[in-house]
Structure formats: C-alpha cells, structure tokens
C-alpha cells in the first residue's frame, strides 16, 4: 500500500521576538499563514526505512539535506519508538517549497511524515500527540499539521487557529543560497541586545486580518527577523523595494529568510507583480494564495 500527504509552506505574517531564552530559544507571538506551495510525501509499505528526494525545476538537488538527519526520517523514527514499533516504510518527498528559505520546508515534511506514518502503521494517534511529537521535532512543525491561518507561542510551537476568512494573494521570491535559521536568531540578538522579554504583540495584525482588507493587513505586517535577514543579505531590502515598485501592496521577509514574499490586491495583482519581478531578472517567482489546509492525505 502507498499513501501521499500533501504539506504547504509558511509565511509569517507576524513575528514578534523577544529576548533569547535560557534554552537558547526566543520568545515569539507570532501568526503563520499556509499558502499553496506545497510539498508532497508519499509512503508505501517496506521492510526497511528510505527516503528518496525529487526537487522541482527552482530548487538546487544538492540543497536538500539527506542522510539519517533528514526530518523525514527523524519524525519517522520518533513516532515509531513512541508507538512501540520499528519505523519501515520508502519515503518520497516531492519538494517545491523553497528550501532554507523561512518557509518552513522540512517542517511541512516533517509534518507530512508524521501523518503519512500514523496512517500507514495504523496508529491512530491523537491530535495532541501528534502535536506534542511535532513540537519535539521542530518549532514550526505544529503548524504545519494545522495549516490555515494560526497564532504560534512558545517557541512558536504552541498554535492557536485563528478565524480566516480572507482569500490573501502572494507572491514569492526564493533566494538561489538559503540562510541559516540560527544564523538569523544570533544576529538578531546582537543587533537587539535590549530586546524585551515579551516580544511584540500579534493583536494588531490579527485586527488587520479581520478586516479582510489587504491595505489593512499589508500595513499590519511585522517581522522582527527582517532586520538582521537584510544585514546578513542586504539585496533583500533592494527586492522589497523592487517588487512593492512593480505594484505589490507591501514586501516582507519570509520568516528568518531569504525568501521575501509580497502581499498584492488581487489576482491581476500578484499577476502583475511576478510579470515586473521576472521582467527585472528574478528567475524564480511563485505566484500563492493563502490560507490553505495543514498537513493532510491526498485521495
Ligand atoms: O525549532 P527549530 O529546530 O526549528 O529551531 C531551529 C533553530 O532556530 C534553533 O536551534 C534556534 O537556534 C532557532 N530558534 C530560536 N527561537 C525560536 C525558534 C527557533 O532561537 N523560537
């Protein structure tokens, strides 16, 4: 038997970071949103536990991280030690989400496998489980099981789905050389080394949400990894520019970066944006609308 979960990628529309914690994490309120760039993981029957990696056309083959280390394989085998069993199965994982790129690649995988593994063995784990598992393996992970639209805590590992009804286009810009996340984080702190306890508050942007009103929500966007994202990368804050010149409402760093995804007004909208990012030499630009579902089996 084989099975095929389908996983999105993530944006953060908000993230709030406070002051790195005695674990060595930060703080965060922040509000993720799944948009429809999306990894697919399919799981048949083995004796045995592969994993083999197809990459489309915009991502470098050589990017992906295999090896035992792979997510894929670590949500495998934790999931099967916690049931009392041994982890089996040939992975596939089809990847068009951007990798290193704060879009929440290998959580959507890692994410994927969870389900793709609890169905295939039968387990029939609970969803508190499933999420207590995920945020073992990752602080992203969570979401990428719930999807939507979704306040994180914690970490970010403790999620909250939040009432979504817009229908938010994007356009997204991959970088060809990802960025490391912990990279990120360090310099944030050395660029804020006052950074408060509590980080900023997400109540703004949810207000913006609500609205349904893209003006709202593009002046609601808050990032606090941008800072050091444009520093590490400083020809991120030339496509923020560019692309809010070609007619997006407003650019923002994707997370800990150095995807930079842009929030338009429409459909024409992203259309028009992507047509004027291509048009300047960008050769990867992807076109998304968002919310769209968590972590879930194809039919
Ligand atoms: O949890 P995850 O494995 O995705 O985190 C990767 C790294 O990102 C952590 O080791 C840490 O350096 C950084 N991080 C952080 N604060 C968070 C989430 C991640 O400092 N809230």
């Known amino acids: 038997m084989s099975i095929t979960v389908r996983a999105a990628a993530k944006i953060n529309l908000h993230l709030g970071v406070g002051r790195v914690r005695d674990d060595g994490f930060h703080p965060l309120d922040t509000v993720y949103q799944a948009i429809g760039i999306h990894d697919d993981l399919s799981l048949a029957d083995a004796a045995d536990l592969t994993l083999t990696t197809r990459v489309a056309d915009h991502i470098e083959a050589d990017d992906v991280p295999d090896g035992p280390d792979n997510i894929v394989l670590r949500a495998a085998r934790l999931l099967a030690e916690r049931a009392g069993r041994s982890a089996t199965g040939t992975f596939e994982v089809r990847k068009d989400i951007p990798v290193a790129g704060g879009m929440a690649g290998g959580s959507a995988d890692a994410a994927a496998a969870l389900v793709a593994c609890d169905r295939l063995w039968a387990l029939d784990t609970s969803d508190d489980d499933l999420l207590a598992l995920a945020a073992e393996l990752g602080s992203d992970i969570p979401f990428s099981l719930v999807g939507g639209t979704a306040r994180g805590a914690g970490r970010g590992e403790l999620v909250t789905p939040v009432d979504d ?21 360090r310099h944030f702190d050395v660029l804020r080394p006052d950074a408060p306890e509590v980080p900023a508050s997400a109540e703004p942007l949810l207000a913006a949400l609500a609205s349904g009103e893209p003006v709202r929500l593009a002046r609601a966007l808050h990032n606090d990894l941008q ?8 020809e991120l804050g030339e496509l923020i520019t560019l692309g809010e010149a070609e007619g997006a409402l407003r650019g923002i760093v994707s997370g800990s970066g150095p995807t930079v995804v842009f929030l338009c007004d429409s459909a024409e909208g992203a259309r028009e944006t992507a047509t004027g990012l291509a048009g300047a030499g960008h050769e990867v630009v992807l076109t998304a609308t968002g919310p769209v579902a968590g972590a879930h089996l194809l039919p």
């Open 227 to 234: 800072e050091p994202a444009i520093d590490l990368r400083p």
């Open 165 to 185: 009804r817009g229908a938010w286009w994007w356009v997204a810009v991959p970088a060809s050389v990802g960025l490391s996340t912990p990279a990120v984080y």
